[in-house]
């Protein structure tokens, strides 16, 4: 099994930053995609950013040129970067992992994010 944890969410004025962190706790963390998404009052989950275990990234039109996902694989660990943030961010942000060839689909429980002057 797989265990996913978010941490670095809080608080932040617009314009501020902050940065996401997912440790992945299982085997063979390389192997998966991994993926933020978020979810907003009244809203449905949304992908924010994925990167794939060879290397792709996809990113949400909104956070494109502000939010870098980037994995370190020797710390089993997703981050998100999220610079330039404005109060449309606010959201409960997840992180999500992937293994198509086994059926596997994990999520966190979700960090929250709110940006607001």
């Known amino acids: 099994q797989v265990q996913l944890v978010e941490s670095g969410g809080g608080s932040v004025q617009p314009g501020g930053s902050l940065r996401l962190s997912c440790v992945f706790s299982?085997?063979?963390?390389?192997?998966?995609?991994m993926g933020w998404y978020r979810q907003a009052p009244g809203k449905q989950r949304e992908l924010v950013a994925s990167?794939?275990?060879?290397?792709?990234?996809i990113y949400g039109d909104s956070v494109k040129g502000r939010f870098t996902i980037s994995r370190a694989n020797f710390e089993n660990t997703l981050y998100l970067q999220m610079n330039s943030l404005e109060p449309e961010d606010t959201a409960v942000y997840y992180c999500?992992?992937?293994?198509?060839?086994?059926?596997?689909?994990?999520w966190g429980q979700g960090t929250q994010v709110t940006v607001s002057s």
């Open positions: 299982g085997k063979f963390f390389t192997l998966y995609d």
């Open positions: 990167l794939e275990s060879g290397g792709t990234t």
């Open positions: 999500n992992a992937v293994l198509r060839q086994v059926r596997h689909d994990f």
